[in-house]
C-alpha cells in the first residue's frame, strides 16, 4: 500500500524512532561494555550472575531516557506540523464567526497532505461565504432599489385618489395597471434570477412550432414596437425543436423590449436555424450596438444596456441568460456589421 500525505509522515515518524532507539541500544551497548571492559575489567560480573549489576542497571536506565527524549523530540515536530494547519483552521473559523470574511488560512507545510487539503477546503469555503454574503447584500439593495419606484407610483397614485386630487376615472386607473404590470413583470424577473442562481429553475421541454411561437409573440408586441417606430422581420425554420415554449416566449420578449427601448427605429430581424445538433434563436436590431467594454456584463442582473441605472432594471437579457442556461444552452451578445446588437441564444435540439 502506498502511503502519502499525514499517514506517510506518521509512518516515518514511527520508523525514525524504532530505528533509532535501536541503534542507540545496539552501538550504546557494544560502546558500554567496550569501556567496562578496558577500565574496570575487575568489576564485571561472572557468567553465572544473572542479575544485572549496579553499572548495568545506570546503563539501562539512561538508555531509556535517551529513548523517551527521542520519541518525545519526534513527537513534538510531528505534532507541531499537524497542529499548525489545525490551527490556522481553528483561527480562521473565530476570524470568520467574528465578522472577517477576508481572512484566510496559510500552510506552510503541504507535506502533510491531508492537512493542507483540509486549508484548501476552508479557504475555499471562506471564498465562497464572502462571494455569497456579498451578492446577497448586493441583491438586497439592488432589490429595495428596483422596488421602491413602481412602489412610490403606486403609493402617489393611491393617495391621490384617496384625497381627491385625481379623478377616479378610467385614465388613472389604466395608469395603475400599468405599474402594477411593470412591478409583476419585475417580481418575475427576479424570481427567474433566483431559481437559476439555486438551480432550481425548471421548464417543461417538448416538441414546439418556434416559428408559430414567435409569430404569435411578434404579433402581440406589435404596439410596443410601433411606438418605438420598429417592425419584425421573420426568417425562420418550419422544423419543429425541442425546448419550453413559454420560457422562450419570455426571453425573446425580453429581448423585444431592450430592443424598444434602446435601439433606433427600424427593423428587428428575428432569425431561427438548426446547425450541428443545436437551434439558434437570434434577435438583430437596427443600432446604435452596445459598446464593447458592456458586452462581457450585458447578461449581468442589474446592469442595464446604457449602464445607467435609470433606464431600467436591468433584468431581462439575465433573465434571458437564465433560460438559455437552463435549457443546457447559452447565449451570446455581439456586433452586426451593420452597427446593430445580435442577441443569440444556442440550446441543444435533442433536449
Known sequence: MKLSGLSRQITLSMMKIAIGSALITTFGSFFFYYLWDKYWPNYIPSDNYITPSWPEWIWIALTCIIVILLAVSLAIKLSQRILEPLSAVAEGMRKIAEGDLHFRANVGDRS???????????????????????DHAFWNAAIAHELRTPVTILRGRLQGLAEGVFTPDKT???????????????????????LMNSDELRINIKETNL??????????????LHEANQYVELNLTTQPVFCDPTRIRQALLAILENASKYALPGAIRITTQLKDGFCYLSVEDSGPGISLELIPHIFTAFRSAKDNPQSGSGLGLAVVAAIATAHKGSVSCRISKKGGTIIELGWPTNS
Open 211 to 224: 416559428a408559430k411561437e414567435i409569430k404569435l409573440l411578434t404579433d402581440l408586441s406589435v404596439n410596443m
Open 112 to 134: 502533510l497532505g491531508e492537512a493542507a487539503l483540509l486549508v484548501d477546503d476552508f479557504n475555499l469555503l471562506a471564498e465562497k461565504l464572502q462571494r455569497m454574503t456579498e
Open 172 to 194: 388613472q386607473f389604466t395608469k395603475l395597471l400599468v405599474q402594477i404590470e411593470g412591478l409583476s413583470r419585475l417580481i418575475e424577473d427576479l424570481r427567474v434570477i433566483s
